[in-house]
């Protein structure tokens, strides 16, 4: 059983920064491919980005590629959300989710952990 715990979230203007953290336990964190997802009021649930399990690759969304970079660091079974540049659109619940497959990790419907979500909100 993996937990994983977000953190990073807050309040910040149009074209400000944040940085997410995930950190997980209870599990071999190196087995697990990495997403992040957002869910904003009243939306379903959304990809953001993913990372594979050595962090050799990556995939984000279009709406925010460019602006966000995801990354991991095994030591310290931590995953990452580097955002840039945010806009208001981005405000939302921001979720951590573990796959033991890349594809799944990509997919909300798939995901094998979740996180409790971190809320970020940007003003305009």
């Known amino acids: 059983q993996v937990q994983l715990i977000e953190s990073g979230g807050g309040l910040v203007q149009a074209g400000g920064s944040l940085r997410l953290s995930c950190a997980a336990s209870?599990?071999?964190?190196?087995?697990?491919?990495m997403g992040w997802f957002r869910q904003a009021p009243g939306k379903e649930r959304e990809f953001v980005a993913v990372?594979?399990?050595?962090?050799?690759?990556?995939t984000y969304a279009d709406s925010v590629k460019g602006r966000f970079t995801i990354s991991r660091d095994n030591a310290k079974n931590s995953a990452y959300l580097q955002m840039n540049n945010l806009k208001p659109e981005d405000t939302a619940v921001y979720y951590c989710?573990?796959?033991?497959?890349?594809?799944?990790?990509?997919?909300?419907?798939?995901?094998?952990?979740w996180g409790k979500g971190t809320l970020v909100t940007v003003s305009s």
């Open positions: 989710g573990a796959d033991r497959t890349l594809w799944g990790a990509k997919d909300s419907s798939d995901i094998d952990y």
């Open positions: 209870g599990g071999t964190f190196r087995q697990y491919a």
């Open positions: 990372i594979d399990w050595y962090g050799g690759s990556t």
